[in-house]
Nanobody, 122 residues
Framework: QVQLVESGGGLVQAGGSLRLSCAVS????????MGWFRQAPGKEREFVAA????????MYADSGKGRFTISSDNAKNTVYLQMNSLKPEDTAVYFC???????????????WGQGTQVTVSS
């Protein structure tokens, strides 16, 4: 059974930074594309960033381009989301996901973490 566990969320002031981590266990991490999604109160879950299984390709939602960076460390079975210049509108629960297809669609991801709360104060 694949398990994804996020960490690194918290409360930060606008303009600050956070690095989220997602530890993967139970399967060969390097065979999966990994993604980050987020869900704000009262809104649908939305795509944030994704990284291909070999780490050679990344994609971002427009909202995070230039501010967020996704990366992976296959030796540690961990994927990261570095978030800089945070804005109040980035406040959401952030979810890590793993799947066979490198995609910005939730439907492409088979495994999900429980989420970590990110709150950005103005």
């Amino acid at each position: 059974q694949v398990q994804l566990v996020e960490s690194g969320g918290g409360l930060v002031q606008a303009g600050g930074s956070l690095r989220l981590s997602c530890a993967v266990s139970g399967r060969t991490f390097s065979n999966y594309a990994m993604g980050w999604f987020r869900q704000a109160p009262g809104k649908e879950r939305e795509f944030v960033a994704a990284i291909a299984w070999n780490g050679r390709a990344t994609m971002y939602a427009d909202s995070g381009k230039g501010r967020f960076t996704i990366s992976s460390d296959n030796a540690k079975n961990t994927v990261y989301l570095q978030m800089n210049s945070l804005k109040p509108e980035d406040t959401a629960v952030y979810f890590c996901a793993g799947g066979r297809y490198y995609s910005d669609s939730e439907r492409s991801y088979d495994y999900w973490g429980q989420g970590t709360q990110v709150t950005v104060s103005s």
